[in-house]
Structure formats: structure tokens, C-alpha cells
């Protein structure tokens, strides 16, 4: 696996919205830049360490061995391997099964018992290397969001999972689709999104 610094290096300079990602593309008409993993709208939990990034919560069981369903998943089934490890609730465990269940979501058994709803989460530095415009969720969340007029629209707050393609939501109210139409550069290194004119306008 890269360590995460090289792999932000790499992926640090500004996108200009060419997604070589298919993902989604035929549920919409504009081509969505991904992130992964992006959360639900969970609850709060309790704060993970700052190198361990979520990357989904226990689900319901799945049969009589202790196995369960991952809520909230990675599209990244490496994430859940045989032998990975996975912190619980901020202690690490190993997936000692991995299968898929009904419609084709993970279902993994860990080495210690886990309880509903405990988040899972990766160190960043296992999470694996990302293509062409795409983000993991924890790289958007903090950047700044400005129109290509310049104006300040807000931070990006949090990045939530919707069929058609993910949404940045901002601490200023605005919801923004994470598409090419409206994300126009992504510049990690600058800690900034830069947004089509329009999305951000009153109706």
C-alpha cells in the first residue's frame, strides 16, 4: 500500500474536472467525480485518532457465526479483506471472514466480538491509492469552496453519499453535487474547491 503522503502528493495538484471514473455515470447525465469513502448521515460518534479515517459502522448480523453487514461501505472491498485489519471503535481487530451478502454489500466476521453501530476505520496510511479525480471524504471535508468569480461560498462540512453521486454539504447551508458541471478544480495542496458559476446561486 502507498503511504498516504505520496499519495497526496500525487494527487495534490488542481483537477480540472476530467473523471476518467465511469462510477455512476449512467444513473446521471453529468459525470460525477468520486469520493470514497463517503459516510451516511450518521449520528456523531465518539472522535477516532486523527491517522484513522472511517470507512463504514457494524451493521446488522449476517447468520448465526457473528458475521455482519458493513453500513455505509467503501466500494473498496480490499478495505475488508481476509487477514485486514480494522479498528473498532479505535482498538484494532482482523477480519477473520469476509463474503458478500443480499445485494451484494460486505459482510465480514472480525477476531473479537463487535458491537452495532461502532465505527470501523483504516489508518490513512493503508487506505489504497485513488485514480484520477477521485478523493477520499476526509481530504474534502475543511477545504474552502469559492465560485470562479472568487467568492467565498463556505467549507465543506461534510461529503454525503446519494445514489446519483455524492454531495458536498457546507457549513454555510449549500449542498453542492460533486459533478464535473459544478466542480470545476479540486486543489488539495491549496486546501480549496472551485465551483462553476451558478450552483451556488438562489433559484
Keep these: 500500500m502507498p503511504a498516504a503522503s505520496a499519495s497526496r502528493s500525487r494527487r495534490s495538484r488542481a483537477r480540472t474536472g476530467r473523471s476518467t471514473s465511469s ?17 451516511k448521515r450518521w449520528p456523531s460518534s465518539p472522535a477516532l485518532d486523527s491517522d484513522l479515517v472511517p470507512v463504514g459502522r457494524v451493521g446488522r448480523p449476517h447468520g448465526i457465526d457473528g458475521a455482519f453487514f458493513i453500513e455505509g461501505p467503501s466500494d473498496r472491498s480490499e478495505l475488508y479483506a ?3 485489519e480494522l479498528y473498532v471503535g479505535g482498538t484494532p481487530a482482523r477480519v ?5 451478502g443480499g445485494g451484494n454489500r460486505p459482510v465480514i466476521k472480525l477476531d473479537r466480538p463487535a458491537e452495532r ?84 446561486d438562489p433559484e
Design 82 to 84: 481476509k487477514g485486514s
Design 117 to 200: 453501530g461502532a465505527v470501523l476505520a483504516v489508518p490513512r496510511t493503508s487506505l489504497p491509492e485513488l485514480g484520477e479525480d477521485e478523493y477520499y471524504a476526509f481530504q474534502l471535508v475543511g477545504l474552502a469552496v469559492e465560485d470562479e468569480g472568487g467568492r467565498f461560498l463556505g467549507r465543506v462540512e461534510q461529503v454525503v453519499d446519494y445514489p446519483a453521486n455524492d454531495v458536498l454539504e457546507l457549513d454555510s447551508g449549500l449542498s453542492l453535487p460533486l459533478v464535473e458541471a459544478c466542480v470545476r478544480t479540486v486543489d488539495l495542496e491549496g486546501r480549496r474547491i472551485v465551483v462553476a458559476p451558478g450552483f451556488a
Design 23 to 39: 462510477t455512476g455515470s449512467r444513473r446521471t447525465r453529468e459525470r460525477p467525480l468520486r469520493s470514497t469513502p463517503a459516510p
Design 96 to 100: 477473520i471472514v469476509a463474503r458478500r
